[in-house]
């Protein structure tokens, strides 16, 4: 069945420094992809999405781009701030499993001042 | 903004009782989830439903858990009885036919 990898956690940066999370997926059909965050005590909020293949998501800095032959949608940041702080799950949502999304274990997420 | 309502923000309860959790979708939305996160497990799918009709539940223990949506406006799941391995978040999320899932901000269950 479909699934999503993402790299363990947690991760632990100083500010202003470059992130990337990685996330592999595997699918039957052609999935739209996702990256949810949730900050502490909340619920899970849509970050960026990607709906075909080479489309690239963005959203406050970051990004990730959808890539077909490598089966990945890692996301990015050039300069992470403290506000940053929180747990990133990267999903997949594929009509052939009948559009229900699918979540990473997701990587939390420390920056340091 | 448009938002997914969950009731209630928290719930403690004993042993055994049973437990209600209510959710109420964006309007117009079709699809609703119901998921649960553990530290442990993370973010597990329990049951979905379009035009209220279930489409899977098998993410859900059957004994214990039912889910309804007795009408487009409200969702339900319950717990009878409730045990103390249930104690996790458990989130409602909606989705039109255009995609755009919403969480809400998810029930704090407790079982003591």
């Known amino acids: 069945g479909d699934s999503v990898t993402q790299m363990e956690g947690p991760v632990t940066l100083s500010e202003e420094a470059f992130l990337t999370i990685n996330c592999t997926y595997t699918?039957?059909?052609?999935?739209?992809l996702f990256w949810y965050v949730q900050y502490p005590g909340e619920g899970l909020q849509l970050l960026l999405k990607?709906?075909?293949?080479?489309d690239k998501g963005s959203n406050k800095g970051f990004e990730a781009t959808y890539r077909k032959e490598t089966t990945s949608f890692h996301l990015e940041k050039g300069s992470v701030q403290v506000s940053d702080s929180a747990v990133y799950f990267c999903?997949?949502?594929?009509?052939?499993?009948?559009?229900?999304?699918?979540f990473g274990k997701g990587t939390r997420l420390h920056i340091l001042p | 903004d448009a938002r997914v309502t969950q009731t209630p923000r928290h719930k403690v309860t004993e042993m055994g009782q049973e437990v209600t959790m209510r959710c109420q979708p964006i309007l117009g939305h079709n699809t609703v989830f119901w998921y649960r996160q553990t530290m442990m497990q993370g973010l597990e799918l329990l049951a979905y439903f379009r035009n209220r009709a279930p489409l899977d539940d098998s993410g859900m223990p059957k004994d214990r858990f039912s889910a309804e949506m007795p009408d487009a406006t409200l969702a339900t799941l319950k717990i009878q009885p409730s045990e103390p391995r249930d104690s996790a978040v458990y989130f409602c999320a909606s989705a039109s036919d255009r995609g755009g899932y919403t969480f809400g901000s998810g029930t704090r269950l407790t079982v003591v």
């Open positions: 699918a039957t059909g052609y999935p739209s």
């Open positions: 999903a997949l949502s594929d009509f052939a499993s009948g559009d229900k999304i699918i």
């Open positions: 990607a709906t075909k293949a080479d």
